[in-house]
């Protein structure tokens, strides 16, 4: 199974802050994904990566945005944090390679914006 | 893409198989069904996924009809660590992203 870890895991902060929400994996895996869920409801993509370099937004219009500089890191930022980003957000990562892998969650990060 | 229909809500005995459905009528033949499941404020975590022959882990069963409109994750012995929320998801073979849609999901109570 892989190892994937979101840091913080919770986060309290005040309107027009700027964030960082960190996402790290040690299996390796190419593929990264950013979904946002609000409580009791569905999961949306917001972006994703096919490898260091590679960003693209996901099917969910987000103020955020990522970088991927190395494999195992996909950090997820918001310039000027809005009440409106009171969220949780959730990082994944799968092999590539063969398809259809399936992809592996953190615990994600739940961010209430103040 | 194909979408997914589940009961929004079942509930299930300790010990007993948890049998949960899913409709994916409009799916394609290079679509696979995957299951996943969510415990309260943790991620998703995956179950299992097939195309269309019947697939076990160590987890659950998934049992695909022979037409692939419909499946069944089975579990055989629920515990009370399996209440959660468990989505079937239709992906099709080859996407780029493999992006996986999430619906509503159906919420599994274990119950002692």
């Known amino acids: 199974e892989a190892d994937i870890y979101q840091t913080p895991r919770y986060l309290v902060i005040g309107t027009g802050k700027k964030i960082t929400l960190e996402c790290s994996q040690t299996m390796g895996h190419d593929k990264m994904y950013w979904y946002q869920q609000d409580p009791g409801m569905e999961l949306h993509l917001i972006h994703y990566s096919y490898g260091v370099n590679s960003t693209e937004k996901g099917d969910l219009s987000s103020e955020s945005t990522v970088s991927r500089i190395r494999t195992e890191h996909f950090p997820l930022t918001l310039e000027s944090a809005r009440p409106s980003h009171t969220s949780q957000y959730l990082c994944a990562s799968s092999e590539s390679g063969r398809a259809n892998q399936p992809q592996h969650f953190g615990d994600g990060t739940r961010l209430s914006i103040l | 893409d194909a979408k997914t229909t589940q009961p929004p809500s079942m509930d299930c005995a300790e010990g007993r198989a948890a049998n949960l459905p899913c409709n994916h009528s409009t799916i394609s033949g290079n679509e696979y069904v995957y299951w996943y499941r969510q415990i309260h404020s943790q991620g998703p975590q995956y179950i299992i996924h097939?195309?269309?022959n019947n697939e076990t882990n160590e987890m659950a069963s998934l049992i695909i009809t022979e037409d692939r409109k419909s499946s069944t994750l089975i579990l055989p012995h629920a515990t009370l660590r399996d209440t959660a929320v468990y989505y079937c998801i239709v992906s099709p073979l080859y996407l780029i992203a493999d992006k996986l849609i999430f619906g509503t999901g159906t919420r599994l109570q274990v119950f002692p």
């Open positions: 097939g195309l269309k």
